[in-house]
């Protein structure tokens, strides 16, 4: 039994601006109070991706209605808070610095624990918002930024047993999206386009199949995809092709989990093995089916954040906290924002994988 916290949490690092206030009772269960995210996509849309400077601008106008808006919808005042906890990285610096600013004003003038939270770590917990999730767990973090599998053996510990050599799933998504004409963020109107799609009709290629890591690639696929977008003609035509490359990029996600679901068991003999899929891409259907599948045939229990906590929010970075906190620690003011930070500093040191994501390298 650890102390049972009342966490403010705030979410500035990319696009959406988030506030949450989550509670975490003694036995670790985790209580959303409100989770309050104001999207940004309007802003960006025109420009077909996110801005920084538009970014980072929209979340000092809003921040402060948020917290406060989030505050309100969970009937508590910042008296009754046990702590602080802000996004400090990785993510589009700018944005990163409006909200760990933020909460360390409100952590000053309140006198409250700050937390500095790493966003990755707030994914990496997210699947906790909806279920009881016991450490050790193998994670499958998949968003527009990352992509990559993770031994989660407790808090803050992660051991990366692979990454993506080139883009995100959902970066993939997106671009793929984008050569269809779809609007900005491709992901969720790819898959909307996709439903109802004969994924068999189109051949893509099945990226690093003959390796024996973990590691994703997407670009050949994204290339391939391209080229067969300027043949396609015809709502049905456009359709199957959505399908065929939201079950590639599923195919992909999984036969890597596969790999590391046996590596993962031979390290936790005797324990219970858990999968969990985490991140904007985890939102998406086919992707979660195909992986439930996969789990459940390696022995797996299967679990992904309810859908609301796929996408950045910040009820996933005041767990974090929480989490943090109840184990007494937290940060002095003087933390910084950091637009790199990988959650296994060791193995990104000793074999750093750039991906030139949509909020820069830093996986
Ligand atoms: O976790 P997230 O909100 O932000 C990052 O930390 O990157 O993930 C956003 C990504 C975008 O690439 C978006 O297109 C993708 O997640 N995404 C989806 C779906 N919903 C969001 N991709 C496929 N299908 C979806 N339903
Ligand atoms: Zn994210």
């Known amino acids: 039994m650890t102390p049972a916290q009342l966490v403010l949490g705030i979410e500035t690092s990319c696009d959406e601006t988030a506030a949450a206030v989550v509670r975490r009772h003694a036995d670790g269960r985790a209580e959303v109070l409100s989770s309050v995210v104001g999207s940004q996509v309007a802003a960006h849309a025109p420009y077909g991706g996110v801005v920084p400077e538009i970014a980072a601008r929209a979340h000092v106008e809003s921040i402060e209605a948020i917290a406060e808006a989030a505050l309100a919808e969970a009937g508590v005042g910042y008296a009754a808070l046990t702590g602080v906890a802000a996004t400090a990285g990785p993510g589009l610096v700018g944005g990163v610095m409006v909200g760990l600013s933020f909460g360390k004003a409100v952590a000053l003038a309140r006198g409250l624990p700050l937390v500095a939270v790493n ?14 999730i016991a450490y050790p767990f193998l994670l499958l973090l998949v968003s527009g930024g990352h992509c990559q599998l993770l031994s989660v053996e407790g808090v803050g510990a992660c051991r990366r047993l692979g990454s993506t050599l080139d883009d995100a799933a959902g970066e993939a998504f997106d671009k793929i999206a984008k050569a269809l004409g779809l609007p900005y963020p491709g992901g969720p109107a790819l898959e909307a386009l996709a439903d109802g799609g004969d994924a068999g009709a189109f051949q893509l290629p099945r990226m690093l199949l003959g390796r024996k890591d973990c590691d994703f690639s997407f670009s050949g696929l994204k290339t391939a995809a391209a080229r067969l977008v300027e043949g396609v003609s015809g709502e049905t035509q456009r359709r199957d092709l959505a399908a065929a490359v939201q079950a590639a990029i599923a195919g992909q996600l999984a036969e890597k989990s596969d790999r590391a679901m046996a590596a993962y068991a031979l390290a936790h003999r005797g324990q219970g093995l858990r999968f969990v899929v985490a991140g904007g891409v985890a939102a998406n ?48 003011l003087d933390a910084v924002a950091r637009p790199r930070w990988p959650l296994d500093e060791a193995a990104a040191n000793a074999n750093p994988i750039h991906t030139p994501g949509r909020k820069g390298a830093k996986a």
């Open 119 to 132: 966003h990755l770590e707030g994914h990496a917990v997210s699947a906790r918002l909806g279920a009881d």
């Open 285 to 332: 259907r086919a992707v979660r089916a195909r992986l439930e599948a996969t789990a459940t045939a390696g022995g797996f229990s299967f679990a992904a954040p309810p859908l609301a906590y796929c996408t950045d929010n910040a009820a996933m970075i005041a767990l974090a906290g929480a989490e943090r906190l109840a184990l007494g620690i937290s940060d002095g």
